[in-house]
């Protein structure tokens, strides 16, 4: 697994350095949203969350910024198990409700564009 290789966490925060620039405005929150699992795969013993987690951890270190400002989610559930959470659309519309107006998403686990991240 690369989610804590240096070169990888390096990439990801150009990257969003390099697109937050483009933006016309400055996100309170930037929200990393990775592709979520299903709840007992977790509890099975399954690491990628906490892979998750630390790859959001190293990206706030490198980028400077602390918890409130660069928050992990997870995306794509279907069926009627829990998935991992928090759940990106309900953290979302809770950043909403509690007045935040400028977010920005990235997609740290999503090596390539794909229909879930267009």
């Known amino acids: 697994p690369y989610y804590d290789e240096p070169v ?3 990439a990801l925060a150009h990257s969003i350095e390099r697109h937050l620039e483009t933006l016309d405005f400055e996100p309170k929150v930037v ?3 990775y592709h ?3 709840k007992p795969y977790f509890e099975k013993g399954d690491p990628y969350h906490c892979h998750c987690l630390k790859t959001t951890r190293l990206l706030r270190e490198r ?3 602390d918890e409130k400002k660069l928050i992990t989610t997870f995306q794509s559930r279907f069926g009627a198990q829990e998935w991992l959470q928090p759940y990106t ?3 979302v519309e809770k950043l909403a409700k ?3 107006k400028s977010i920005a998403v990235v997609n740290p686990g999503f090596s390539v564009d794909c229909i879930e991240t267009l």
């Open 8 to 10: 990888y966490i390096e």
């Open 31 to 33: 929200i990393a949203s």
């Open 36 to 38: 979520g699992i299903p």
């Open 63 to 65: 980028l400077g910024w």
């Open 89 to 91: 659309d309900v953290t």
């Open 98 to 100: 509690d007045g935040v």
